[in-house]
């Protein structure tokens, strides 16, 4: 007898991890999503083999359920459903965020076990259309184990990251997880959109250099989206942009006084530790697909 795998959210990463678990022991898959035009499409291309729109009745069968929706979407969904999943269930996400998402989860019932989860993947494009099987390839898969987490649950985390074909996976805590998102990822977007606001954008338009296009790559983001993981990681991302207003404070500085010596020796630095990582990523094997989320 089949167990069941509930999809809650077919987007770009809901569809990717339903892409990418087909086949995944003797687990099917539904998916549950609010559009019939995803859910046709999904089942047109043979990401997933049941189409569900109410969430009552596709929880009822989930053995384990990945919620793939917006952060604030994933909190109301389990404010809402608390009382809807299928005893025994393995609940997890694939969130940017841990720590809001976490205390929601405290809501289930003490038969319900919830392991938060991160894949670290993605594209600036959105929607099932853009989905890939390979979508995880490679990437790090972040998981938050608490007292909600039963053993058996993890170790079926780690060989759902083994199939989606992830490099490894990092179990850590929600506050640790935040910190690395809010500089590796939060911290990266920011930039990009304050640099699209400069009103020099349009007028040197044409002259953009690779270093350009690489730093603003991200800034064309999912609006909604964003504004939630900004704003739900907010004390994380603070302190990481307070970091860096003060180094570009200090690179300002030094080329404002002229002092070569100064500007030399920071930038000696940075691209020492920046070679360092290169080293260790390639050494790792773990660089995720189009960067990080």
Known sequence: MSRHIVIVGLGLIGGSMAR???????????????SQPTLRFALENNIIDQAETDPVKALAQGDLVFLCLHPKGIVDFLTEHKDHFKAGAMVTDVCGIKGAVLEAATALPGNVSFVGGHPMAGRETSGIQNSLDNMFLNA????????????????LMERVAKQAGCADVVKTTPEEH???IAYTSQMMHIIAVAVCDDESLFRYQGFEGDSFRGCTRVAALDVPLWTQLFSMNACALCTALEQLEGNIRDYRLAIQAGDTEALAQRLSVSAARKRKMNQLEQESGAVGRNGTK
């Open 20 to 34: 990418a678990l087909r086949g995944f022991e003797d687990f099917d898959i539904i998916g549950l999503d609010v």
């Open 140 to 155: 790090h898969y972040i998981l938050t184990p608490n007292q909600q987490s039963r053993p058996e649950h993890i170790a």
């Open 178 to 180: 935040d910190a690395i």
